[in-house]
């Protein structure tokens, strides 16, 4: 299959804002895969067109430029091709300085960009679908967003830093402490988790921890059993979180990654250290 996807790193201005710019293609006509839960994203079609059935059951045509919220589970993709995006991944402090409504409101629905950033979108698909490389749409994107970035990004960065932390810091994290460390109150750390990362703090530990493993297991970095003892309470548990925020069993990373999840290997290479999914993986 004629299949890429290529990364491209941000300048480190943005990297507390931006996991890593991407561009896929794929010169099929028809096209079907799974996407792994994630964060939030902010894709450029240039050719191709196609819907996405997110985890809750909710299916929907991606707009050209589209806003995808972050996801909870394995959201599935048909598209008719040949398939050309560019995209960018957005961490929860980059949607905190870039879209002024809490991510909680668009967890697994995507909308479409021009409605919030209207004329300065202005013929950016021109200028991205003419730059040769993903490294140059990459910069025409970094100048887009250093333009878009609101004024209380410094509060976004603040929180969303401590959370990041708290995440990284073990593999099942303790809502409790996250509470002690920002001396809020629990529903203040909900109010604000939901807005910058579309989730609860439970909810948020569950998924980090469970594509953390996940990605130990693609990179061949730890055996079965003992991210099971250490993560997990038995195999059953161990299995059915793999399966909910991935799609697939833990088997399949061990035996067959499709395709997709493959080829999104690369990101792990430019991760920045803002990035808790990859800390300690």
């Known amino acids: ?6 990364y491209a ?3 480190a201005d943005l990297s507390a804002y931006i996991t890593a710019f991407y561009e896929f293609r794929a010169d099929v006509p028809h096209f079907e895969a799974g996407e792994c839960a994630d964060y939030a994203q902010i894709r450029f079609g240039f050719s191709g067109s196609g819907t996405c059935r997110f985890a809750d059951g909710h299916i929907q045509q991606i707009p ?6 972050p996801t909870t589970g394995n959201t599935n993709i048909r598209a008719e091709g040949p398939i050309h995006l560019f995209g960018a991944g957005l961490l929860p402090a980059g949607w905190g300085a870039l879209l002024g409504f809490e991510a909680s ?12 950033f209207g004329a300065a979108l202005a013929g950016i698909m021109e200028r991205l679908h003419a ?3 993903v490294e140059d749409k990459a910069v025409i994107a970094s100048a887009l967003f250093r333009e878009l970035i609101q004024r209380d990004r410094q509060v976004a960065l603040a929180f969303t830093g401590r959370v990041d932390a708290w995440l990284a810091a073990s593999p099942s994290p303790m809502v409790d402490d996250l ?11 909900e109010r604000l988790c939901k807005r910058y990362y579309g989730a609860p703090p439970k909810l948020l530990a569950r998924k980090y921890r469970a594509l953390r493993v996940a990605a130990s297991l693609a990179l061949g970095d730890g055996e079965t059993s003992g991210l ?15 399966k909910q925020f991935t799609g697939i069993t833990p088997k399949r ?5 499709p395709v997709l999840a493959q080829l999104k290997r690369g990101r792990v290479d430019i991760a920045g250290p803002t990035d808790p999914l990859f800390q300690g993986s």
């Open 64 to 69: 050209i430029i589209s806003i995808i919220g």
């Open 1 to 6: 299959m004629d299949m890429s996807l290529t």
């Open 228 to 242: 099971m003892a250490e993560n997990f309470y038995d195999q059953s548990h161990f299995i059915k979180e793999i």
């Open 9 to 11: 790193a941000p300048d």
């Open 105 to 116: 409101m668009l967890v697994n629905r995507a909308v479409d960009a021009t409605d919030f």
């Open 253 to 257: 990373f061990e035996d067959a990654l």
């Open 131 to 133: 730059a040769p490389t």
């Open 179 to 189: 509470v002690a460390t920002l001396e809020l109150s629990r529903r203040q750390v």
